[in-house]
């Protein structure tokens, strides 16, 4: 069974950084797309970053200044390095990956952004 774990999320003041990370075990054959969702209270889920296995990569314009999402392939783990936070990045933090030709997520990690 393949399951996905985030870890990193925390409390933060306004301007400073995280670092998330995607870990996928279980039998795995294939990780052909990592992503990273967010949803704030109140909010729908937003896609934040995506990185596929060719190293393309999406980024939300909200974001693209401050995130950077990376991936090991040999780890089959996913990174969100997120710099100069804002109280507004606060929400709960989603990874998605495909894996084996299916779709998984996380459970989700709280990232908080206040002084």
């Known amino acids: 069974q393949v399951q996905l774990m985030e870890s990193g999320g925390g409390l933060v003041q306004p301007g400073g950084s995280l670092r998330l990370s995607c870990a996928a075990s279980g039998s795995i054959f294939s990780v052909n797309y990592m992503g990273w969702y967010r949803q704030a209270p109140g909010k729908l889920r937003e896609l934040v970053a995506s990185i596929y296995s060719d190293g393309s990569i999406k980024c939300a314009d909200s974001v693209k200044d401050r995130f950077t999402i990376s991936r090991n392939n040999a780890l089959n783990t996913a990174y969100l390095q997120m710099s100069s936070l804002k109280p507004e990045d606060t929400a709960v933090y989603y990874c998605?990956?495909?894996?084996?030709?299916?779709?998984?997520w996380g459970q989700g990690t709280q990232v908080t952004v206040s002084s």
């Open positions: 998605q990956g495909r894996v084996n030709g299916d779709g998984y």
